[in-house]
């Protein structure tokens, strides 16, 4: 018994070192010599002019997110068109179920205005 929970601490402390290693070996390795052309905020190529903080409608990544869950969603929807001809009633039944609360939220989000583009 103990030995599985060893093989779950081995796991969680080499998830944990992993990255952490990635992180001090760049922050090391990089460059560090910053200069007042290289804090400047760059955008495309254009200088700024002006305050840098502009604020953007959360709108619009409303409706990115909305259209993300909706796009990732679909493909769960893929394997059960794949092999419709082999499923059970229950399989239909948990394909239609799985329709209908993405039917539920596409509901919801458009009548909370997710949806406007304006």
Not at 18 to 38: D, E, F, M, R, T
Request: some cysteine; aromatic content about 16%; overall charge negative.
């Amino acid at each position: 018994m103990l030995s599985d929970w060893l093989y779950i601490g081995l796991f969680i402390l080499i998830a944990a070192a992993l990255p952490a290693a990635a992180i001090i070996v760049a922050g090391l390795l990089g460059p560090h010599k910053p200069n007042s052309i290289k804090n400047q905020t760059y955008e495309c190529g254009i200088e700024t002019v002006g305050e840098t903080w502009v604020q953007f409608k959360a709108q619009y990544y409303i409706f990115a997110l909305v259209f993300l869950v909706f796009d990732v969603e679909t493909v769960f929807l893929y394997p059960w068109a794949v092999a419709f001809g082999q499923l059970t009633l229950y399989g239909v039944l948990e394909a239609t179920l799985f329709i209908l609360i993405l039917a539920g939220g596409l509901l919801y989000a458009w009548r909370k205005g997710a949806l406007e583009w304006v």
